[in-house]
């Protein structure tokens, strides 16, 4: 079963760049269709970024799309989500989720998830 860890949260200020990490152990990290998605006090989990096995492919959340990049490296069972010019609607709590298959945008799509990482965007 896989488990994943994120990190590379933090307290930054509007305009700021931050670069968030997914560490995956227990499975076949490259046969996982990963996703990040973030979710804001009072609201629901919403998607933020998928990409392929391979990484070939790559979807966004219109939110983000132009701000931030998503990647991985199947060598070191890692993920990436580097955001740039953060807005302080980007604060939520992030988290990154694992399946077999995909491609998939939908929180209930996921088996696997991290507890999560908190970027706070400063005014």
């Known amino acids: 079963q896989v488990q994943l860890v994120e990190s590379g949260g933090g307290l930054v200020q509007a305009g700021d760049s931050l670069r968030l990490s997914c560490a995956s152990s227990?499975?076949?990290?490259?046969?996982?269709?990963m996703a990040w998605f973030r979710q804001a006090p009072g609201k629901e989990r919403e998607f933020v970024a998928a990409?392929?096995?391979?990484?070939?492919?790559?979807y966004y959340a219109d939110s983000i799309e132009g701000r931030s990049t998503i990647s991985r490296d199947n060598a070191k069972n890692r993920m990436y989500l580097q955001m740039s010019t953060l807005k302080p609607e980007d604060t939520a709590v992030y988290y990154c989720?694992?399946?077999?298959?995909?491609?998939?945008?939908?929180?209930?799509?996921?088996?696997?998830w991290g507890r999560g990482t908190q970027v706070t965007v400063s005014s």
């Open positions: 989720a694992a399946q077999v298959g995909g491609p998939y945008r939908y929180a209930n799509q996921y088996a696997y």
């Open positions: 227990g499975g076949s990290f490259s046969s996982y269709y």
């Open positions: 990409i392929s096995w391979s990484g070939s492919n790559t």
